[in-house]
């Protein structure tokens, strides 16, 4: 089946602990993106990646890294995380570099920092 | 910066009533336009998008939206509302000369009243 996997589900993890969100797709899409979700904001980009190791700053990079060294793997990691960092994350990848011919979303993880 | 502007965060019609979703966005070049539907618990699946071409584009489940470049307008619109489009829709934009980000509006909740 086509589709994007997330690991984990849920994770609640404390302050300065670094974490590791792992993503992957089966479609070799070319287009990775990372978002977060929270309430009143909705979603925001944190990072996308057009091709392996080819990766740039979304909206809101502050905080996460990301590294695409295979082209169905795009790991977020949080180095040192901290409680503003709570959300719901949600991968995303596109068959095109641009990302616009539709995103094709992950079941999301949510995150809780305290 | 805001990119995406969706005007009402909660909408709630009567079964079989119109539909009527606004998005605005601000952008001085041309935009890829999207809406995403997003069920409870669930990531986020395309509806319809305009990148070129026919301004009024049709989706799935009976949506379309219209393109209107003097309004800086994408609103969404369904002839008759049926309880399973009871969910969270967004609005994105890309622009035609980064392609690569996106921004996502604040998200619009839609009420069914049966």
């Known amino acids: 089946e086509a589709q994007v996997t997330q690991n984990p589900r849920y994770l609640i993890t404390v302050t300065g602990k670094k974490l590791t969100v792992t993503c992957s797709q089966n479609?070799?899409?070319?287009?990775m993106s990372w978002y977060r979700q929270d309430p009143g904001l909705g979603l925001r980009q944190i990072y996308y990646?057009?091709?392996?190791?080819?990766?740039d700053k979304g909206d809101v990079p502050e905080g996460y890294k990301v590294s695409r060294k295979e082209k169905r793997n795009f790991p977020l990691i949080l180095e040192s995380p901290s409680p503003n960092q709570t959300s719901l994350y949600f991968c995303a990848s596109s068959p095109e570099r641009t990302g616009i011919y539709e995103q094709y979303f992950g079941p999301g993880t949510r995150l809780t920092v305290t | 910066a805001q990119s995406v502007t969706q005007l009402g965060s909660h909408v709630s019609v009567s079964e079989g009533a119109l539909v009527l979703l606004r998005c605005n966005y601000s952008?001085?070049?041309?935009?890829?336009l999207f809406w995403y539907v997003q069920y409870p618990n669930q990531g986020l699946q395309l509806l319809l998008k305009y990148t070129t071409g026919a301004t009024l584009v049709k989706g799935i489940n009976g949506f379309e939206a219209e393109f209107k470049k003097s309004e800086t307008s994408f609103h969404l619109t369904k002839p008759s509302a049926h309880m399973s489009d009871a969910a969270e829709y967004f609005c994105?934009?890309?622009?035609?000369?980064?392609?690569?980000?996106?921004?996502f509006g604040t998200g619009t909740s839609l009420t069914v009243i049966p």
């Open positions: 952008s001085s070049v041309p935009p890829y």
């Open positions: 990646s057009m091709n392996v190791e080819v990766t």
């Open positions: 994105a934009v890309s622009f035609s000369n980064t392609g690569n980000q996106f921004y």
């Open positions: 479609m070799n899409h070319e287009y």
